[in-house]
């Protein structure tokens, strides 16, 4: 069993995780601001489906990509410097979110239910959540959405509607957060395709070892500018 959460109650230590399903940690509470922020300085995210109570998860291992890390094929290197190809930060984070959450073929829903975007676009309002985009022509074509605390970023999710249009998004996020300085992205889940890209999984303690260093160093909260912004 699972602790059910009220509003004020503490999360329960990582180590009272389920082990099936991954993570599991309890459910209730609420997604407000506050929560939130403290789920992710602990290493907890929010994962639940329509008709479902709020469920909060800390999977072990943990997938994670360090920025530096990341592994550019030579079929995107050649994409990235594409002319009619344009990267933006913070420009359309709401819609980043409404893609991420149309569903993917196979699969008959989404876990961004509509409390899950109102309560992250609060979050970017507030300059701690964060969209990276790809555009094409004019077109948004590619993001991906998550959370910065410290020197920490957490992803959430990534949509493409191009050929590598998430890749891209992701290849600029790590080459900033890498001269920002960032230690980790957060990839939540393992898959194949986060590993092709250079992540990794990590046992928990090791992930929360690092975390709580992370988050506690300076980092650039408000609206984010890359270098390349800043340079035109």
């Known amino acids: 069993m699972i602790p059910w959460l009220s509003r004020t109650d503490p999360f329960p230590a990582l180590a009272l995780a389920l082990a099936d399903p991954n993570g599991l940690l309890a459910a209730g509470a609420d997604l ?8 992710y300085r602990q290493g907890i995210f929010p994962w639940y ?3 479902e109570p709020i469920l909060w998860w800390s999977p072990d291992p943990r997938m ?7 592994k550019t094929s030579r079929s995107l290197a050649k994409r990235l410097r594409r002319p009619d190809c344009q990267v933006r930060v913070d420009s359309a984070f709401e819609r980043v979110m409404r893609l991420c959450a149309e569903p993917r073929p196979g699969q008959k829903g989404t876990w961004i239910v509509e409390p899950m975007v109102r309560a992250y676009c609060r979050l970017h309002e507030l300059g701690h959540a964060h969209s990276v985009e790809t555009w094409m022509d004019g077109e948004l074509v590619g993001g991906l959405y998550g959370i910065a605390i410290g020197r920490m970023f957490y992803g959430e999710s990534m949509f493409s509607r191009a050929t590598d249009g998430s890749k891209i998004a992701l290849a600029h996020l790590a080459g900033q957060l890498t001269r920002w300085q960032f230690g980790l992205i957060d990839c939540q889940m393992e898959t194949a395709h986060l590993a092709s890209l250079g992540a990794r999984p990590i046992a928990r303690v090791e992930f929360q070892d690092r975390l709580q260093v992370l988050v506690n160093l300076p980092g650039h909260p408000g609206r984010w500018l890359f270098d390349d912004d800043l340079a035109d």
């Open 32 to 39: 407000a601001p506050e929560r939130l922020l403290a789920a």
């Open 49 to 51: 489906g329509p008709g």
């Open 64 to 70: 994670v990509l360090v920025p530096d890390e990341f």
